[in-house]
């Protein structure tokens, strides 16, 4: 069984502020996505990387693939209220689509 | 496009009551999916069809069942409801032969068992 451990699992911070999520597997995995789920509606994907060492940028958020594809990270910079909700990360590679999620960070960002 | 679209949106049952969620996609994705979100336990798969005619048991499939109806539709079945079965429930879709995995979700059952 593959497992995601992500951490934190709670993020209170004031708005500015910049801020890393992460998300750590012994397991390596094909892809590793990463969604948001603002409160009462499902999870949107944010972003999908594929190759070790990858890197994308959304505008103020970062994410990075590690090397050995087992990890990954999400960063905020200057983060705003808008940005407050659960962070879900999501590691692809079994068997028919299925993903493996990471328990998943609650973000508050306080103006 | 509606996406992935759920119903109902929220439901209150007693112990022993059964029920049906219904899931639909117009996406035309060949695989569909069915998880249960509890706090601080990220999303768990119940159950899933890799394609249409196909069902597979995930990794908290008790107590429940699950039928692929169409490409389209996807729904899973609570025979006998019980109260660890509250959680919020969500479909989700992909096409994951032309994609990397990545899923489609529906806005979610918030399912209270009483």
């Known amino acids: 069984t593959q497992l995601l451990e992500q951490s934190p699992q709670f993020l209170s911070i004031q708005e500015g502020e910049n801020l890393t999520v992460y998300c750590n597997s012994s397991?390596?995995?094909?892809?590793l996505q990463w969604y948001r789920q603002e409160p009462g509606e499902g999870p949107v994907l944010l972003v999908t990387?594929?190759?070790?060492?990858e890197v994308k940028k959304l505008k103020r958020l970062t994410f990075q693939f590690g090397d050995a594809r087992k990890d990954s990270s999400l960063h905020i910079t200057a983060a705003q209220p808008g940005d407050t909700g659960l962070y879900l990360c999501?590691?692809?590679?079994?068997?028919?689509?299925?993903?493996?999620f990471g328990q998943g960070t609650i973000l508050t960002v306080h103006p | 496009n509606a996406g992935v679209t759920q119903t109902p949106k929220f439901q209150v049952l007693k112990t022993g009551q059964s029920m049906t969620l219904q899931c639909a996609q117009d996406?035309?994705?060949?695989?569909m999916y069915w998880y249960r979100q509890d706090p601080g336990m990220g999303l768990r798969l119940i159950y899933y069809?890799?394609?249409?005619?196909?069902?597979d048991k995930g990794e908290v499939p008790n107590g429940y069942n699950v039928s692929r109806l169409n490409k389209r539709e996807f729904s899973l079945r609570l025979e006998s409801a019980a109260p660890s079965q509250t959680s919020v429930y969500f479909c989700?879709?992909?096409?994951?032969?032309?994609?990397?995995?990545?899923?489609?979700f529906g806005p979610g059952t918030r399912l209270t068992v009483l």
């Open positions: 999501a590691g692809g590679g079994t068997s028919y689509g299925k993903l493996t």
């Open positions: 397991s390596v995995f094909s892809s």
């Open positions: 990387v594929v190759t070790g060492g």
């Open positions: 996406m035309n994705h060949n695989s």
């Open positions: 069809s890799a394609s249409e005619g196909t069902t």
């Open positions: 989700a879709s992909n096409d994951f032969m032309y994609s990397y995995n990545e899923q489609f």
